[in-house]
């Protein structure tokens, strides 16, 4: 028996066992992943069976099939695309047994406390500070730009420990739990008016070192790991011959020919082949993903690329549009727990697709990454490389 049989034959089992109608959503969740069926490319005991990674799209349609309920994975992105593969890869047994069955479940929502008012593009010169305490960490600081804190119960947080070192090696990485003491969620509303993202402000937060993921000073390192997986996440998934964006536009192209002129059917066909070429791009790096291969800076191309293409597309949206493209209909503010990007108007979505570039990385620092990782380009001069921290100008 093939591993895909015997895989198939496991889940038949289970469905045999936890019929989804019958059985309610989050112990039928909890029993997935017990049984290894949650991510099959996951060790033993941590929700996986310790198989390739390509046969997990299998199990999910058979489960999906069967009616079994999703873990609401469009809410907690950021736990299951950037969270998980960072614990799993850095974290104590310990960790990984208290954090990754709650987080695969949808019992906890996590956000991440990476950029600052003063470091986001150039993340390593962030300025929260954690100062040793006995066995906790004390964390003063600010983040923005921070997807879903309001409905989060933890957080992956990078903070400076070490000033004195370069900005690059003084950074250590944590696990923060939301409802601490001290922690202000405050909500940034965006050009849409909707407030998808926040401002966290850290008072005097209790962190247990307990919750320390990986080596004091090694968090530089982990945090590329988050963001690499990041990056695939946003820009990497593998989607239908013109799904998204290129979609819409090509049909509102076929269902308005008195909208046609020369110069946007250019426009159109230039769009079109990008986006296919995109689309096929990241189908190889999934394969590449399902082979076991860490995700690597092709993840920073492929964001880079769903940024561009998305602001283009949305613009040519309105020009197609005419007038009626400039149609805004709601300004009210509201705090979706995640973004429908494409089910609002054409108006939401121009707007909206300004951040795209920004989220995730902003454009010129993946270009930087795609130069000197990819093409192998010479480095961009840096005068602060081997300074201390304490002695950057901020």
Not at 235 to 253: F, K, S, Y
Not at 262 to 270: A, S
Request: hydrophobic letters at 40%; proline letters at 6%.
């Amino acid at each position: 028996m093939t591993a895909q049989e015997e895989l198939r034959r496991r889940v038949a089992d289970f469905l045999a066992v936890h019929d989804p109608r019958s059985t309610p959503a989050l112990g039928w969740l909890q029993a997935r992943y017990d049984a290894g069926l949650a991510w099959v490319h996951f060790p033993v005991g941590h929700g996986g069976l310790g198989l390739p990674r390509s046969l997990q799209g299998e199990v999910d349609e058979l489960f999906a099939a069967a009616g079994g309920p999703d873990n609401r994975p469009r809410v907690n992105m950021i736990g299951l695309g950037m969270a998980a593969p960072t614990i799993l890869a850095f974290g104590t047994e310990a960790q990984k047994k208290r954090f990754l069955r709650p987080l695969w479940t949808g019992e906890e929502i996590w956000c991440q406390l990476f950029s600052e008012p003063g470091a986001g593009s150039d993340l390593a010169a962030l300025g929260t500070r954690a100062v040793r305490d006995g066995d906790e960490w004390v964390v003063n600081g600010q983040k923005v730009w921070t997807s879903g804190a309001q409905n989060a119960q933890w957080a992956i947080l990078v903070a400076r420990t070490d000033p004195d070192r370069r900005k690059h090696a003084g950074i250590t990485y944590f696990l923060c739990p939301m409802s601490e003491p001290g922690i202000e969620v405050r909500p940034l509303r965006q050009i849409t008016g909707e407030a998808e993202f926040n401002e966290v402000f850290l008072t005097d937060v209790r962190i247990s070192d307990e919750w320390r993921l990986g080596e004091q000073g090694n968090g530089w390192r982990i945090a590329n790991t988050t963001l690499n997986n990041e990056r695939v996440a946003i820009g990497g998934r593998p989607v239908p011959r013109e799904d998204g964006m290129i979609g819409i536009v090509a049909r509102n192209w076929r269902e308005h020919p008195e909208r046609r002129t020369p110069d946007l059917h250019h426009q159109l066909m230039e769009l079109w082949v990008e986006a296919e070429v995109a689309r096929l791009t990241s189908i190889r790096l999934a394969q590449k993903l399902a082979t076991g291969q860490e995700p690597g800076p092709e993840g920073s191309a492929m964001k880079l690329t769903f940024a561009r293409i998305s602001q283009a597309l949305s613009g040519l949206e309105l020009e197609l549009n005419g007038a009626d493209g400039l149609r805004y209909g709601d300004w009210t503010m509201t705090r979706p727990e995640e973004v429908h990007f494409l089910s609002k108007d054409a108006g939401h979505r121009y707007l909206r697709a300004k951040g795209n570039s920004i989220e995730g990385g902003t454009s010129e620092i993946l270009k930087n990454v795609v130069a000197e990782r990819v093409l192998g380009l010479p480095a961009e001069p840096r005068f602060d490389k081997d300074l201390p921290w304490k002695e950057l100008q901020r």
